[in-house]
């Protein structure tokens, strides 16, 4: 498989954003945001999809941090599709349960070419510290559209918000990490089931 690596710049009136992602990495990750509970969380996409993540972004963080929020969902949503490329020998689908205490969370994605977002986590609360959660329906809409996958998440349970939040990103991370490997066994495929797919 080819070297899958890639880096994507956005610029618009509110945000000014670049993402680095190299998809064969080893969980290394580097983020100027200005959004610390959103650097948190992508810091779980990187260790958990073992891939190198680096982000850049100078938003209107002074208005809210929406615009930069989605924007880097956006734009991470670019960078990954530009590094999968042409998709061939990657497994495609990928899911992953991931819990933390008393919360449990379900992501399953479809590097499908086709972009599609269920989103269904009910945060017991409306803010993690300064963090709106409504924002990450929006980091995930952006992502979903610009990567071109099928994406469902659900938090099957949870009381604390952050824990809802980092198993979201847990279990993404790892979804991401099944459906761009190029290894039957990452989803329990053995030999003799290989062609059901």
């Known amino acids: 498989m080819a070297e899958r690596k890639a880096t994507v710049s956005r610029n618009t009136l509110e945000t000014q954003i670049t993402v680095t992602v190299n998809l064969d990495g080893s969980g290394l990750a580097k983020f100027d945001t200005g959004v610390p509970f959103l650097d948190h969380m ?11 993540l680096e982000v850049d972004a100078k938003g209107d963080n002074h208005i809210d941090d929406h615009h930069t929020v989605e924007d880097i969902g956006i734009t991470l949503g670019q960078a990954v599709a530009k ?6 020998g990657i497994l495609r689908y990928g899911h992953a349960y991931v819990p933390l205490d008393e919360a449990l969370s379900r992501v399953v994605v479809d590097f499908s070419g086709r972009p599609g977002l269920e989103f269904h986590v009910p945060f017991t609360r ?3 510290g300064a963090f709106d959660v409504d924002l990450f329906h929006e ?3 952006g992502f979903v559209n610009h990567a071109n996958v099928t994406l469902h998440v659900d938090n099957l349970r949870g009381v604390n918000s952050h824990h809802q939040a980092e198993t979201v990103f847990k279990a993404f991370g790892r979804a991401l990490r099944m459906a761009l490997s190029a290894d039957p066994a990452m989803a329990g495929i053995t030999p003799s089931t290989k062609g059901v797919l």
């Open 126 to 128: 409306a803010a993690i």
């Open 42 to 52: 992508m810091d779980q996409i990187a260790r958990h999809g073992m891939m190198d």
């Open 139 to 141: 980091f995930f809409q």
């Open 83 to 88: 590094a999968v490329g042409d998709k061939k």
